[in-house]
């Protein structure tokens, strides 16, 4: 009996694999898993992409119980078949047919949700903590310091003192001349954390939650640049002898003095470049496609396009998030989720695509426990959720 519930338990990973819905802790139970070479084998006999689909197309018509008593009836013709030949046809059938009868129920479990997510916690039972102020500074030397909230440092880098208190880690401005050459620093934000930053230049920089920003110590050059992966919001100081530029890699902001939000995640399929004051211009570094923003107005940079088209938009929901608000308009709750992952450092799975598309409006606290706005989002929005170990969120019909 254990052996089948393990069937079935790495054969939900296996569907999970395909539908792209596993945890990052489901995602190394499976590769632990398949470190085995037999299993490694079973597991690529079983989603062989032709025979996957071609099973997945004949599953939407097959009577379940029709078939489980068709199956009962061959394994035990299997087993009074006396010749070896037979035999050996009839155990790589059932075999196969197990396999497929083990996946198609994994599937069947996937989307009858009534009883797979019983065994999770309800929100009344769970509690999901905020982030918080915490960041790792990464010296010119390699050196890496802990930045959290509360507590403070004093550190040097290139003769610029940097001090570091409450959250916000702040540069001594640009006074000592006799520096030469510049150092390079990086500002590190895990998931579930944000910090802020004072450049040297005086320029204010609030990092979101799994972000990157490499700088240098002090500002030297023609330019005032630095590199960019994630979510930040930027207070740029003016000066207009010495540009400031933002560079994600495939996209360049140049700008003299302004405020603006750039979100640049990895996993996101487009760059969004939002201004509030002053003015930026925009430019794909492969097309060199190049365009100016007015306050108000929104970039969005296509990856896989290399698109780059402007349009209006209302700022405070692409900014809220550094004032401690979730805001949203009319977004689709995959959307919504994905962005407090990140600060909530949880794991979201949709029981059903048709889920993702739910449209939602609101102004949410950001540092309230993360149950909280569930429950709103369950009331507003028909659907119901379960957490697992405060760690992971289902969401289901």
């Given at each position: ?40 084998a079973l597991a690529k006999d079983i989603l062989n ?181 994630g979510e930040a919001f930027f207070e740029v100081a ?120 739910i449209k939602f409006t609101g102004d949410l606290p ?32």
């Amino acid at each position: 009996m254990n052996e089948i519930k393990n069937h079935i338990q790495y054969s939900r990973l296996l569907v999970g694999k395909v539908l792209g819905t596993l945890t990052e802790a489901q995602e190394k139970e499976l590769q632990a898993w398949e470190r085995n070479p037999n299993n490694k084998a079973l597991a690529k006999d079983i989603l062989n992409p032709e025979s996957f689909a071609e099973w997945k197309q004949k599953f939407q018509a097959v009577d379940t119980g029709k078939e489980w008593s068709y199956f009962l009836d061959r394994m035990n013709q299997s087993v009074q078949t006396k010749t070896k030949v037979r035999r050996l046809r009839m155990v790589k059938w059932t075999a196969a047919a197990a396999a497929i009868l083990v996946v198609g129920f994994a599937l069947f479990s996937v989307f009858n949700t009534t009883d797979v997510y019983e065994k999770y916690d309800t929100l009344e039972a769970s509690s999901i903590a905020p982030g918080s102020s915490s960041a790792q500074l990464v010296l010119s030397t390699g050196e890496v310091v802990d930045l959290k909230d509360g507590a403070e440092n004093v550190i040097a880098e290139n003769e610029v003192a940097v001090a570091n208190t409450k959250g916000v880690l702040s540069y001594a401005s640009e006074n000592d001349k006799n520096v030469v050459a510049s150092k390079v620093n990086t500002l590190r934000i895990p998931r579930g954390g944000e910090y802020q930053l004072v450049l040297s230049d005086g320029t204010k920089v609030w990092l979101n939650s799994d972000t990157e920003l490499t700088y240098e110590v002090p500002f030297t050059g023609e330019a005032r640049q630095v590199s960019l992966k994630g979510e930040a919001f930027f207070e740029v100081a003016p000066n207009k002898d010495m540009p400031f530029i933002v560079s994600t890699g495939e996209q360049k902001v140049q700008v003299l003095g302004t405020k603006f939000n750039v979100s640049a995640y990895s996993d996101k399929p487009v760059i969004e470049t939002t201004l509030v004051e002053g003015k930026v211009s925009v430019e794909d570094t492969l097309s060199h496609d190049a365009l100016t923003l007015a306050p108000n107005e929104q970039a969005i940079l296509d990856l896989k396009t290399a698109g780059l088209e402007k349009h209006k938009v209302d700022v405070y929901p692409y900014t809220a998030w550094k004032d401690g608000r979730f805001v949203f308009n009319n977004v689709p709750l995959e959307t919504l989720l994905e962005k407090m992952s990140k600060w909530y450092n949880v794991e979201v799975v949709f029981a059903n695509d048709s889920l993702k598309h739910i449209k939602f409006t609101g102004d949410l606290p950001r540092y309230n426990d993360m149950t909280n706005i569930l429950e709103i989002i369950e009331a507003e929005m028909s659907v119901h959720i379960k957490v697992e170990n405060n760690k992971t969120i289902y969401v289901i019909k």
